[in-house]
């Protein structure tokens, strides 16, 4: 949970944002192993949120 990641990972609906210890991350990764349609969603957003992060989207939040 810091720099990039939290930036750019809406917890629950692009991924899992979790604290930077071994037992946080088991569990965050225990819970897309465990539920397929979870990690589905997931990755179908994380998808979606990426494509919109072109250069032109930077541009124009950065000259607004």
Do not use: F, H, I, Y
């Not at 720099?3 to 088991?26: I, K, M, N, S």
């Not at 979606?48 to 992060?53: D, P, S, V, Y």
Request: some cysteine.
């Amino acid at each position: 949970d810091s720099g990039g990641p939290a930036e750019l990972v809406e917890d629950g609906v692009t991924g899992r944002v979790c604290d930077p210890t071994p037992a946080a991350l088991a569990a965050a990764l225990q819970e897309v192993v465990r539920d397929a349609a979870t990690a589905e969603r997931m990755g179908r957003a994380a998808g979606a949120a990426a494509a919109r992060l072109t250069w032109a989207a930077t541009v124009r939040t950065l000259t607004s």
